[in-house]
């Protein structure tokens, strides 16, 4: 069994930061990739970034030079340093991780309860 605990999230002005953290436990061997996903309300869950286990991180494009991600491979954790924040930033926040479990052939893929990041004057 793996699970992924997330915290942070909450409310901010626009134009503001928030940092988002997200650490896995249970059986794992290795995890390969961790990401941040975002779903607004009536939309698809979109990918906001992701980090390899080779410490390589994407971005969608709407993100790109405001929000970083990054990884402590000692803790298997992921944070999302989330700035410059817009209104269409807004949504609840999912962590996924790609794992690795013992006694276990293929990989599995598990996700967070989600947090919820609400962008507002």
């Known amino acids: 069994q793996v699970q992924l605990v997330e915290s942070g999230g909450g409310l901010v002005q626009p134009g503001g930061s928030l940092s988002l953290a997200c650490t896995a436990s249970?059986?794992?061997?290795?995890?390969?990739?961790m990401a941040w996903y975002r779903q607004a309300p009536g939309n698809q869950r979109d990918l906001v970034a992701e980090i390899r286990s080779t410490g390589s991180p994407d971005y969608s494009d709407s993100v790109k030079g405001r929000f970083t991600i990054s990884r402590d491979f000692a803790r298997n954790s992921v944070n999302l340093e989330m700035n410059s924040l817009k209104l269409e930033d807004s949504g609840v926040y999912y962590c996924k991780a790609e794992v690795q479990e013992l006694l276990v052939p293929l990989p599995t893929t598990h996700w967070g309860q989600g947090t919820r990041v609400t962008v507002s004057s």
């Open positions: 249970g059986t794992i061997r290795n995890i390969e990739t």
